[in-house]
């Protein structure tokens, strides 16, 4: 049992782009399909697929071929939410990264949080 599905998915990614495989397989759900939507949006992902039906259900993903020290971080955790208000967003090292968010709007971008005039709960950091 995973008490923290979202680092889990990123832990898989994170080590399957140091042992330089080209795709990486996690259980599915709901907020790791917009995580990898907005990953894939902002091309730190090649792409991703959804194989299966019901609990067999999982996601493919499949690496970028320069996957030359992507760091991911994982901010907000079960046993510490981490939320930020509008105001607070920051640039991730001088625009080259992002943090995702999950606001009431769906998961996005610090970017595009910026731009909607909204804050949420920071999940992780991607540079």
Same mark, same amino acid.
């Given at each position: 049992?995973?008490? /923290?599905?979202? &680092? /889990?998915?990123?832990?898989?990614? +994170?080590? &399957?782009?140091?042992?330089?495989? /080209?795709?990486? +397989? &996690? ?5 790791? %399909?917009a995580?990898?939507?907005v990953m894939?949006?902002? @091309? ?7 194989? $299966?039906?019901g609990?067999?259900? %999982? ?6 071929? /320069? ?5 991911? @971080? ?6 510490q ?5 509008k105001?607070?967003? +920051? ?5 080259? $990264?992002i ?6 709007? $769906?998961i996005?971008?610090?970017l ?6 909204? $804050?949420? %709960?920071?999940?992780? %950091?991607?540079?």
């Open positions: 049992m995973h008490t /923290d599905p979202i &680092a /889990d998915l990123l832990t898989r990614i +994170r080590n &399957a782009g140091k042992a330089q495989h /080209d795709v990486v +397989r &996690a259980p599915y759900s709901t907020i790791k %399909e995580i990898l939507k894939k949006k902002m @091309k730190f992902i090649e792409a991703y697929k959804v194989e $299966g039906e609990i067999a259900k %999982e996601v493919v993903i499949t690496l970028k071929e /320069d996957r030359t020290q992507m760091t991911i @971080k994982r901010i907000s955790k079960p046993g939410r981490i939320y930020v208000k105001d607070q967003l +920051r640039v991730i090292k001088s625009g080259l $990264g943090t995702i968010l999950s606001t009431s709007k $769906g996005m971008t610090n595009d949080a910026h731009r909607e005039g909204i $804050g949420g %709960e920071l999940l992780c %950091e991607i540079y």
